[in-house]
T-cell receptor, first 112, second 112 residues
């Protein structure tokens, strides 16, 4: 089983749609979680951290379910510019430093 | 301010040759990471430097791969006797504390 699993997609949605991505992780000791965005042939960039209580940043909402070891990202009112690959990222263990494990990514294509 | 920089941006080499990839982290960042991303794949952890601690080399795929870091500055990733399966984008990232990562633009390595 992969340490961080994501549905690779692609998810093809029309502008204005709401889309949700899910991610599961295998290490129950993991403490830190993130979503990164990667545009084609570009480096990944931090989109948002994921907090236990859930958090929102504009049109983006991230949630964490520790019991199920599951993370989600919801994008409301999709824009063409949201087209990218979304990477679920998990800290490997319980320490505050150390390596992050990246999921394979979920590709989103927003169509006009 | 300046971000993470990497050089060269592209490198084409013949199978069996050695290559050196360079990363200049953000000034003052104590942590430096190398990741590899093969075409259409997720990010694969290679190595992690944190201050003066011994590096975490657990992700290096073989003894042909090595990395050095001078103090808290530049890092060099060396691949000896390159193979075609080494073809990938090699990404460097740095952080000051915690788990936020700032990625460089990557070096695209092609082994012919």
């Amino acid at each position: 089983r992969k340490e961080v699993e994501q549905d690779p997609g692609p998810f093809n949605v029309p502008e204005g749609a709401t889309v949700a991505f899910n991610c599961t992780y295998s290490n129950s000791a993991s403490q830190s979680f993130f979503w990164y965005r990667q545009d084609c042939r570009k480096e990944p960039k931090l989109l948002m951290s994921v907090y236990s209580s859930g958090n929102e940043d504009g049109r983006f909402t991230a949630q964490l379910n520790r019991a199920s070891q599951y993370i989600s990202l919801l994008i409301r009112d999709s824009k063409l510019s949201d087209s990218a690959t979304y990477l679920c990222v998990v800290n490997e263990g319980s320490s505050n430093t150390g390596k992050l494990i990246f999921g394979q990514g979920t590709t989103l294509q927003v169509k006009p | 301010g300046a971000g993470v920089s990497q050089s060269p941006s592209n490198k084409v080499t013949e199978k069996g040759k050695d290559v050196e990839l360079r990363c200049d982290p953000i000034s003052g960042h104590t942590a430096l990471y190398w990741y590899r991303q093969r075409l259409g794949q997720g990010l694969e952890f290679l190595i992690y430097f944190q201050g003066n601690s011994a590096p975490d080399k657990s992700g290096l795929p073989s003894d042909r791969f090595s990395a050095e870091r001078t103090g808290e500055s530049v890092s060099t990733l060396t691949i000896q006797r390159t193979q075609q399966e080494d073809s990938a984008v090699y990404l460097c990232a740095s952080s000051l504390w915690g788990l936020l990562r700032y990625f460089g633009p990557g070096t695209r390595l092609t082994v012919t």
